[in-house]
C-alpha cells in the first residue's frame, strides 16, 4: 500500500487511497501464508472522477494506468485516509478465518487464496478480505474484517461460474 501510494501522489498530492486487490499471476496456487505477490492497488480523489492504478509486481511497481473519468465521484468518506489504520495484515487473518470457516484455496480460477482491501463508507473504517473458496469449488468465499479491530464484519458466498 505504501509504494503505490508514493506512487500515487506523483500523480495527484490529492490522490487517495480506494481499494487494492491481488491479482492471479502465478501458475501454482500461492496466499497460502496470507501473502500475494501481486496487486492492482486504486486511487481516486474526493468528489472527482479520475482513477489512477498502480500495479505492483514482486514488491516493484510495475506500471501505472490514469483513468480520467472512470470513477464514481465520491466523497472522502470513501477513501481510505491512512495506511496506518490497518493494524491486521493478511496473514494473521487468513488464520482467522480457517478457524471461522471451512475456507479452500483455489486451484484453476483465483488460485490460492486472494485478499483484497477496501473502506466501509457508512462504517468509517478499513476492510482486510480474505477470499477463498468452499469445498465444492462452485463458490468463493469472501470473508471481511475491519481492519482496525481484526473483528470479522461480513461473510459472503458468491457461486462463479453461474450463467
Same mark, same amino acid.
Given at each position: 500500500?505504501? =509504494? !503505490?501510494?508514493?506512487? !500515487?501522489?506523483?500523480? $495527484?498530492?490529492?490522490?487517495? #487511497?480506494? $481499494?487494492? +486487490? *491481488?491479482?492471479?499471476?502465478?501458475?501454482?496456487?500461492?496466499?497460502?501464508?496470507?501473502?500475494?505477490?501481486?496487486?492492482?492497488?486504486?486511487?481516486?480523489?474526493? $468528489?472527482?472522477? %479520475?482513477?489512477?492504478?498502480?500495479?505492483?509486481? %514482486? @514488491?516493484?511497481?510495475?506500471?501505472?494506468?490514469? #483513468?480520467?473519468?472512470?470513477? %464514481? +465521484?465520491?466523497? /472522502?468518506?470513501?477513501?481510505? +485516509? $491512512?495506511?496506518? /489504520?490497518?493494524?491486521?495484515?493478511?496473514?494473521?487473518? =487468513?488464520?482467522? +478465518?480457517?478457524?471461522?470457516?471451512?475456507? &479452500?484455496? @483455489?486451484?484453476?480460477? !483465483?488460485?490460492? &487464496?486472494?485478499?483484497?482491501?477496501?473502506?466501509?463508507?457508512?462504517?468509517?473504517?478499513? =476492510?482486510?478480505?480474505?477470499?477463498?473458496?468452499?469445498?465444492?469449488?462452485? *463458490?468463493?468465499?469472501?470473508?471481511?474484517?475491519? !481492519?482496525?479491530?481484526?473483528?470479522? /464484519?461480513?461473510?459472503?458466498?458468491? /457461486?462463479? &461460474?453461474?450463467?
Amino acid at each position: 500500500m505504501r =509504494l !503505490a501510494q508514493k506512487e !500515487a501522489l506523483k500523480w $495527484n498530492k490529492e490522490a487517495m #487511497l480506494y $481499494n487494492g +486487490s *491481488s491479482v492471479d499471476r502465478d501458475e501454482t496456487q500461492t496466499g497460502m501464508e496470507g501473502r500475494r505477490k501481486h496487486w492492482n492497488i486504486q486511487f481516486g480523489i474526493p $468528489n472527482k472522477t %479520475d482513477w489512477y492504478v498502480v500495479t505492483i509486481r %514482486d @514488491g516493484k511497481v510495475w506500471g501505472e494506468t490514469h #483513468l480520467p473519468n472512470e470513477l %464514481d +465521484s465520491m466523497p /472522502e468518506n470513501y477513501f481510505i +485516509s $491512512n495506511v496506518k /489504520e490497518f493494524k491486521y495484515d493478511t496473514p494473521k487473518l =487468513l488464520k482467522k +478465518s480457517q478457524k471461522i470457516t471451512k475456507i &479452500y484455496p @483455489g486451484d484453476t480460477f !483465483a488460485k490460492g &487464496y486472494n485478499f483484497g482491501f477496501t473502506k466501509d463508507p457508512k462504517k468509517n473504517f478499513p =476492510l482486510v478480505m480474505v477470499i477463498g473458496w468452499d469445498e465444492t469449488k462452485k *463458490s468463493m468465499i469472501y470473508l471481511m474484517y475491519n !481492519a482496525i479491530t481484526g473483528e470479522l /464484519e461480513e461473510k459472503i458466498e458468491r /457461486e462463479q &461460474y453461474k450463467n
